[in-house]
Structures are given as structure tokens and as C-alpha cells.
């Protein structure tokens, strides 16, 4: 057992368990401040993996801007008509969990059949390093790059349109 | 350097995906099963680092910089057409949205 080892279990237990709080939550608001435990999480676990870059980006993009959103539209709604609505179907709740199961075992087996053998490890972090990154992404990516920011505008325009809206019947 | 398994890591990502999955199927309210819909893609995302880190390679790093971008996008879009919903039908609960139905 050596220091990034027990570093990767502990943040893998957190963000599973801050993942199982956020789907079994009632309340959504409590789901969120269980996600945003999660993306941190993740982003430790990025940092284990020597990917400094995406860390940085996970907190910035995930923990910052999305959650963020996610939280005003939850304050926005005000949702206090929580505990009156109940599930319809009981059923439907074990059908999910077996649904669940069969693509747990499949994603399982599909592991255990890969048997991926252990790459030869090296040291990364100058590869990974933002400097290399950027380099690569505005060269061999320039134009997948530039179709991002027009795609980005359009969400920001469909949201702005969408949110405005009067909607008539 | 780095003495932890691949596997570790896809487990991982396998583990996350499927409580993922498992919350859009049971969750009724809409903001939740947003919220389940970023935890599995935050877990390919992780399966994309791992095998960069593991490969050495670089492309792994861009295209979680892409999916990043484009769940910024879906979640600016997905919480406008939540709020459109709340706005007609004063619920975000999917099972009375059912104007399809009728």
C-alpha cells in the first residue's frame, strides 16, 4: 500500500458514494452539493492520473459553471410541492434496478473479456501539461476547436430564446 | 511512478456509469436525472484520462476537453427546457408531463 493508492481509494469511495447520494436524494438541492463532492472527487482522482489540465478544467467547467446553473434554475423553481408526489408504479422501480444490474454485469464482462494488459508506464506530466495540450489542440484540432464556440453560442441562444419564451397553449 | 492498475480506473468509470443509468431510470424529477445524465458522462470522461494516461497519449486529454464543451452546452440548453417546462406545466416531475399520451 503506498501513498497513491490509498489516495485513489478514498477518492474513488467519495465519489461513488457522493454519486449514490445524489441519485437517492429527495431533496435536489442536497443532490447538488452531493455532485459538486463528486466532481471534486473526480478531479482528485484526474490528479492521480497525472492530468493536471483536466483537473483544473473539471473544478472550472463542472463544480463552477454547471452547478452554478444547476442551482439557480433550482432556486428559480422553487420547489416546495416535494413530498406530495409519489411514485406511480412500483414496479417500474425494480424493472429500473434489473435494467441496472444487466448493464452492470455487461459492462463487467465486457472488462474482464478486454483482460487489458499493463501498459508500460512513463512519466506524462510534460506531455499533459497545458502548454503541449494547447499546442495540440490548435493545431491538429483547430477546426473541431472553432466548431465548439460557434455550438456554444447556439446553446447559449437556444437556452436565452427558450428560457424567455411566453409559451401559449 | 504510478503503481495503480488500469482496471482500477475503468471499474471505476464502469461503477459510476451505472449508478448514472440507474438514476435516470428511477428518478422522476427532471433536475435529477440532468444531474445523473453529468455523472455518466463525467465517468467516460474518467475512462478517457485513464487510458490517455495509460497510453500516453495526448488525444485522450482533447477529447475530454470536447465532451467538456459539449456538456456545457446540453446543460445550458437541458435547464432552459426545464424552466420552459415549469413555466407550462408548473411541475419538473416527468410522469405528469404526458401531453403525448393524450
Known amino acids: 500500500m503506498n501513498i497513491e493508492l490509498i489516495t485513489y481509494l478514498i477518492l474513488g469511495i467519495l465519489a461513488i458514494s457522493s454519486a449514490i447520494v445524489t441519485i437517492a436524494n429527495r431533496h435536489p438541492i442536497y443532490s447538488a452539493m452531493a455532485l459538486i463532492v463528486h466532481f471534486f472527487a473526480l478531479a482528485g482522482i484526474y490528479l492521480t492520473l497525472q492530468s493536471q489540465f483536466i483537473a483544473v478544467l473539471q473544478i472550472l467547467v463542472y463544480a463552477g459553471a454547471i452547478m452554478v446553473l444547476v442551482i439557480f434554475v433550482l432556486m428559480l423553481l422553487n420547489l416546495s410541492h416535494e413530498d406530495k408526489v409519489k411514485l406511480r408504479i412500483q414496479s417500474r422501480q425494480s424493472f429500473g434496478i434489473l435494467l441496472s444490474a444487466i448493464l452492470m454485469i455487461i459492462i463487467a464482462s465486457t472488462i474482464s473479456a478486454a483482460n487489458p494488459t499493463q501498459p508500460k508506464v512513463s512519466d506524462v506530466s510534460s506531455m499533459f501539461s497545458p502548454q503541449n495540450l494547447g499546442q495540440i489542440l490548435y493545431t491538429n484540432h483547430l477546426v473541431a476547436f472553432e466548431l465548439v464556440g460557434i455550438l456554444l453560442l447556439t ?15 | 511512478m504510478n503503481s495503480i492498475p488500469l482496471e482500477f480506473y475503468i471499474i471505476l468509470s464502469g461503477i459510476l456509469f451505472t449508478i448514472g443509468a440507474l438514476g435516470v431510470v428511477l428518478r422522476r424529477n427532471a433536475i435529477i436525472i440532468f444531474m445523473s445524465i453529468e455523472i455518466m458522462l463525467n465517468s467516460v470522461n474518467l475512462s478517457f484520462v485513464a487510458f490517455s494516461r495509460y497510453l500516453a497519449d495526448p488525444a485522450g486529454q482533447i477529447f475530454v476537453f470536447f465532451v467538456m464543451a459539449v456538456a456545457a452546452a446540453e446543460s445550458a440548453v437541458g435547464l432552459a427546457i426545464i424552466i420552459a417546462l415549469f413555466k407550462k406545466k408548473e411541475t419538473v416531475y416527468v410522469d405528469e408531463v404526458n401531453s403525448l399520451k393524450h
Request: net charge positive; aromatic share 0%.
Open chain 1, 155 to 169: 446553446a447559449i441562444i437556444g437556452a436565452i430564446v427558450m428560457a424567455k419564451k411566453k409559451l401559449v397553449d
